[in-house]
């Protein structure tokens, strides 16, 4: 393995731009500076430490850590209580938070916590890092190192991480439609009937909602209302982790404009949802949404959502669309397929990592039925 020598930093603007230019990440989008710094900025509650990898004194790889506190008691909830040492573990994070050193992105569905130049072996990296994390100088000493999403690609670079026992783990795939269809109605004709007759309802129940696509002045002035209707949906996770600030979205629109897509749904003048995607290359990446649960059941404002997720991507004249890892079977319907993700876990004390690998084995994603809709 290469010798590297490691530098870390607190902030992304203490990192020269010249960095960015020697690594080439400086227009990868979420590797660029100003992506990083949008999500610095805006969500300071995080701990951020960035670790510049170099190889004969020349940048050759970029980490992206964030340490945050984390409850686990709903995740406890998940494992079967099928052993007497599952069930202590379970005990012991029942209402504990615990403080997690994420090398990654906590809002972001993907392996986008390390970046290494084209020509270096991205495996040694992973391999340095895996052994580095544990000896981060940062505030607060995490008690769990997380290294995530990494498709069946990347994780066979990741998976070297296992060498200093990390142990890994399935998390819920990515939903991802490949575009093959000139226009909408294209695409609606290329489905079995009963899946057509669905897209068609949610158009037809969603007809009294105006969507709109905000600026970054507009994101700022319906902050606090679009912010609560994040909440709602947040509210619902497994896991309690900090909630991204909207004003990450604005900060994002000014820097990248069209590449960040902001559309609200309102009935009236009542807000009751927004969408978000970041355009990537030949991918439309949805990212975060809020909704009013409520107006959600009269007036499918999350499946319209969906079809206006497929009506941007077809306009765009994009590839494919990235759904994101949630209600898995409803974008399954549409003709989404999973994008398998795997991550890795490890406790800074050997003994308690140890008690781990049980937990870890037990962890099951949910369940659900992967529907083919399309026409053969």
């Known amino acids: 393995m290469s010798n590297y020598t490691c530098t870390s930093y607190s902030s992304i603007n203490d990192i020269d731009d010249r960095v960015f230019i020697t690594l080439d990440c400086q227009d990868t989008f979420y590797f660029s500076k100003p992506f990083l710094h949008a999500f610095e900025k805006a969500n300071p509650l995080i701990t951020y430490t960035y670790l510049l990898f170099s190889l004969n004194d020349k940048p050759v790889a970029l980490a992206i850590t964030q340490a945050i506190d984390i409850s686990l008691d709903m995740a406890s909830e998940k494992v079967p209580l099928t052993q007497q040492l599952a069930r202590s573990i379970q005990c012991y994070l029942s209402g504990k938070k615990t403080h997690i050193l994420v090398c990654g992105n906590i809002f972001l569905s993907g392996a986008y916590g390390l970046y290494v130049k084209t020509g270096i072996d991205k495996r040694s990296v992973y391999d340095t890092l895996s052994r580095k994390l544990k000896k981060l100088s940062i505030p607060k000493k995490p008690s769990l190192f997380f290294l995530k999403d990494f498709n069946a690609t990347e994780d066979a670079f990741a998976s070297i991480a296992e060498k200093e026992h990390f142990q890994s783990f399935t998390v819920e795939p990515n939903m991802r439609l490949r575009l093959r269809w000139k226009d909408y109605d294209s695409y609606k004709n290329a489905l079995k009937s009963k899946y057509r007759v669905k897209v068609n309802r949610a158009d037809t129940l969603s007809k009294n909602l105006t969507v709109q696509s905000l600026s970054a002045s507009e994101i700022r002035s319906n902050k606090d209302s679009l912010q609560l209707l ?3 949906v ?84 994009v590839k494919e669309i990235n759904l994101g890892r949630t209600a898995s079977e409803i974008k399954s319907t549409l003709g989404a397929v999973p994008e398998q993700l795997r991550c890795y876990i490890k406790h800074r004390r050997t003994a308690t990592n140890m008690l781990f690998k049980p937990l870890v084995r037990q962890i099951e994603m949910t369940e659900y039925k992967q529907h083919t809709p399309f026409k053969k």
């Open 230 to 232: 994040y909440n709602n």
């Open 234 to 317: 947040t509210s619902k996770a497994v896991f309690n982790t900090l909630t991204i600030t909207i004003e990450t979205y604005a900060l994002l629109k000014d820097a990248f404009k069209d590449r960040i897509i902001f559309k609200t749904y309102s009935i009236g003048d009542l807000l009751v949802g927004f969408s978000t995607a970041f355009v990537v290359d030949n991918l439309l990446d949805a990212h975060f949404i809020g909704l009013n649960y409520e107006f959600n059941k009269t007036d499918a404002v999350y499946q319209r959502m969906l079809n206006d997720y497929i009506r941007q991507g077809l306009s765009l004249g």
